[in-house]
T-cell receptor, first 112, second 110 residues
C-alpha cells in the first residue's frame, strides 16, 4: 500500500497570507490527523477528521482550520499567517478502528 | 508539568549495546502508547505500540508499560549506528489525539 502523501513538501509565504496544505491518507484509512512540529513546542495536535467530520481538536487559534473530503483526503488551512506559524506540518492517517497513526513526509512551511 | 515527559538526551550508546529510553505520562486514563523514531529532517516513523501492562517485543525493540507507575519505556538491543535518531513517546488518552513527549536523542557510536 502507498503511504501517506502530503503536498506541497515545501512552502514559503509572507505574513498575512493564507496557505492550504493537502494530505492523502493510506488507502482504506478514514481518519486523518494534523500535527504541528516546531523546535520549541515539539509535536502538537491540531485536529482530527473522520468521515468528513472533525472529531477532535487541539488548542490552536481559529486561524487553523481543516476539512476532509468523501475520499478521505484532507486539507488544512492557515489564514493570516504569522512568523510563529513556521513549522513542519504533519498529517497522520489511521484506519479509524484503531488509534495507530502513520505519518506522511510533512510540509515544511516558512513564513517570512 | 508536561503531559508526556522524556529525557531530551543525547543518550550516547556504544554499538552493540542496549539503549534504554524512558517516558512518563500524567493522564491516568491513557489507553494507548506509541514509540516513533524520527531522523533529522524526516517525519516520525512508528516503531512500536503497546496497550497492556508488561513487555512487547518486536525484533530488536522491546516496549514496556507500567500503567500503575504511568511509565513506558523502549529498549533497543544490539544498537546500530542507523538507530541514531530522536525517539518520540506518544500517548493517547481519548479519541485519536496523540500527545507527544519532547523526544530523546540517541547517538550510537561505532
Amino acid at each position: 500500500k502507498a503511504g501517506v502523501t502530503q503536498t506541497p513538501r515545501y512552502l514559503i509565504k509572507t505574513r498575512g497570507q493564507q496557505v492550504t496544505l493537502s494530505c492523502s491518507p493510506i488507502s482504506g484509512h478514514r481518519s486523518v490527523s494534523w500535527y504541528q512540529q516546531t523546535p520549541g513546542q515539539g509535536l502538537q495536535f491540531l485536529f482530527e477528521y473522520f468521515s468528513e467530520t472533525q472529531r477532535n481538536k487541539g488548542n490552536f487559534p481559529g486561524r487553523f482550520s481543516g476539512r476532509q473530503f468523501s475520499n478521505s483526503r484532507s486539507e488544512m488551512n492557515v489564514s493570516t499567517l504569522e512568523l510563529g506559524d513556521s513549522a513542519l506540518y504533519l498529517c497522520a492517517s489511521s484506519d479509524g478502528g484503531t488509534d495507530t497513526q502513520y505519518f506522511g513526509p510533512g510540509t515544511r512551511l516558512t513564513v517570512l | 508539568q508536561k503531559e508526556v515527559e522524556q529525557n531530551s538526551g543525547p543518550l550516547s550508546v556504544p554499538e552493540g549495546a542496549i539503549a534504554s529510553l524512558n517516558c512518563t505520562y500524567s493522564d491516568r486514563g491513557s489507553q494507548s502508547f506509541f514509540w516513533y523514531r524520527q531522523y533529522s529532517g524526516k517525519s516520525p516513523e512508528l516503531i512500536m505500540f503497546i496497550y497492556s501492562n508488561g513487555d512487547k517485543e518486536d525484533g530488536r525493540f522491546t516496549a514496556q508499560l507500567n500503567k500503575a507507575s504511568q511509565y513506558v519505556s523502549l529498549l533497543i538491543r544490539d544498537s546500530q549506528p542507523s538507530d541514531s535518531a530522536t525517539y518520540l513517546c506518544a500517548v493517547n488518552a481519548a479519541g485519536n489525539k496523540l500527545t507527544f513527549g519532547g523526544g530523546t536523542r540517541v547517538l550510537v557510536k561505532p
